[in-house]
């Protein structure tokens, strides 16, 4: 079975070891978000892809969610004494090594997405990682701050400012201009199904969705597409997606986001056994759901919740 | 009084800090050697400049001589578990930091002059530290490996292979081409001596002397130019020097080197009291020359050097 995944940071990596122990025989294709990558001291970071590929290679710090494992900051305690920020990104040392090699791929020449390869061939991470696009897609959120409304990186605004402040408008800036990276039209034509995991809805899957083609392909390919609400009982699971569903005029129930997905991408949609009065509002909208526990408490949960998606996919197929 | 020093690494370092020692008043400018400046990474790396700044800002490993103290290698492990190297080159996380803030502040376009002054903001060496040149010079050495001849770079042969094969040639590339750092030419026409530490006659002081109007501008000061001899007892004191000598048809021999120097640059020359034979031979070539211990052993000892020379050049001047 082939599955395409769209995956954020966090939410979608957790999601994807639920996968692939409910489905450890399936081909599975990622097709990453890079809107919140962002370039630190010089060097590229993408802070989702690295949490995909360290979470499912057995490097991520697991407590935190993001990051590896054992690490120390080195490094940034030295930036600091230069006086050189900014302070608020953690950036540790054996990451920094991941930033190092992936800045001096691409001033060579290579794209995105052979450098994440080529990364991956340390990490073999069990599952084929793709950038959603080679070119550069940078989130930027309007918030108002200190009298002014001005554009910030959404790393700024989730990372610096916890997103304590009401974000206007989310722009992935630059995606309208971006080709999807080779491969990723690919395996979403060839796919067996689609899923969504509880990743962000605005600033990771919405991202993914921004880059012309892949939801037109998705939308295209006629397979089931089955996503997990990442809102249970009207909150995010984790994060502060409420703050950026918000921005895009959408409320923060699990109900509204699979209605700001829609029927015409959306065939499947599972929500939390606490929301199981949305199931009638969701099925109304004409996406078939079903309330099941969707709290990633360990893998064996998350794994039921993937046999779930995979479950209602196979019930939208027939 | 303004003293100009013309420093390589380790050598050039220890010898001003006794410099200091024994001229505190003193204003010092040290014209640093570039020439073994290396892209590791991505990143610029200057070790010499980097061993100055370390070493009399009072951040240095002491017992290497060279590279940070209480260092660690987290980054560079990580970069070996991705595969990519060179692993023979020892860059440790706190050195991570210098490089990756030259080597942003390069990319934004600030020449190396100006990012040597911004890193020395932090490390305060007590010297006015200008790179000899904002451009790019290299020094590549010529072997024969592997049956054939080739140039490789200067940290290569120094490092990776240790000097242990023959140099056939030492060559500056870029050099030619380059112009004195901002600075460098003034430094030299305001100067009330200029003096040459035991650093490497040909990759170090060579290579500064190699910028064109740098050793006119030495020798057209009409200050005192004295130097100390890097080889006591007809071998180096450390390092290979030797070897790259014997690359540009010098013997290596305290007489030999000042001879390399010539009397239209240098007008005084310590030797070591070991090659008290050599004070005539180099006084016969037009050089004043006085036979003191030149083992730069503790600052005590290099501060004694010195004051020798300073001297020297006081005797020379009358």
């Known amino acids: 079975m082939r599955i395409v995944v769209l995956a954020g940071g966090i939410g979608g990596?957790?999601?994807l070891r639920g996968l692939k122990a409910a489905a450890p025989d399936a081909d599975i294709t990622v097709i990453g978000n890079t809107g919140d990558?962002?370039?630190?001291?010089?060097?590229?970071v993408c802070p989702d892809l690295d949490t995909v590929m360290y979470t499912l290679g057995g490097g991520i710090n697991e407590e935190q969610g993001w990051g590896r494992s054992g690490e120390t900051f080195r490094v940034k305690e030295e930036l600091a004494a230069y006086g050189v920020g900014p302070e608020w990104f953690g950036l540790g040392d054996r990451d920094f090594a991941t930033h190092i090699v992936r800045t001096q791929m691409l001033s060579a020449g290579y794209p995105l997405s052979d450098?994440?390869?080529?990364?991956?061939?340390?990490?073999?991470p069990g599952v084929r990682l793709l950038p959603m696009s080679d070119d550069r897609i940078e989130t930027h959120v309007a918030v108002d701050e200190d009298g002014e409304r001005k554009a910030i990186h959404f790393q700024e605004y989730w990372v610096r400012l916890r997103a304590s402040l009401p974000a206007h408008a989310v722009v992935p800036v630059g995606a309208d201009q971006a080709k999807p990276a080779p491969g990723v039209l690919d395996a979403i034509a060839e796919a067996d199904v689609v899923l969504f995991p509880p990743s962000n809805p605005v600033v990771s899957i919405g991202t993914i969705l921004a880059?012309?083609?892949?939801?037109?392909?998705?939308a295209d390919a006629g397979v089931p597409v089955?996503?997990?609400?990442p809102i249970v009982g009207d909150a995010p699971v984790r994060g502060?997606?409420?703050?950026?569903?918000?921005a895009v005029g959408v409320e923060a129930t699990a109900t509204a986001v699979a209605q700001h997905y829609g029927s015409g991408l959306l065939d499947g949609w599972l929500v939390d056994s606490v929301d199981r009065a949305a199931v009638a509002e969701v099925e109304a909208a004409g996406i078939r759901c079903r309330a099941v526990p969707l709290m990633m408490t360990d893998v064996d949960a998350t794994a039921a919740m993937a046999r779930e998606a995979l479950a209602l996919a196979e019930e939208v197929r027939a």
């Open 226 to 229: 089955v996503g997990l609400s």
């Open 13 to 15: 990596a957790r999601f």
């Open 211 to 218: 880059v012309p083609g892949i939801r037109e392909a998705i």
């Open 37 to 44: 990558d962002i370039h630190l001291f010089g060097l590229k």
């Open 115 to 124: 450098v994440t390869e080529a990364l991956c061939a340390r990490w073999k």
């Open 240 to 246: 502060m997606a409420d703050k950026v569903l918000a």
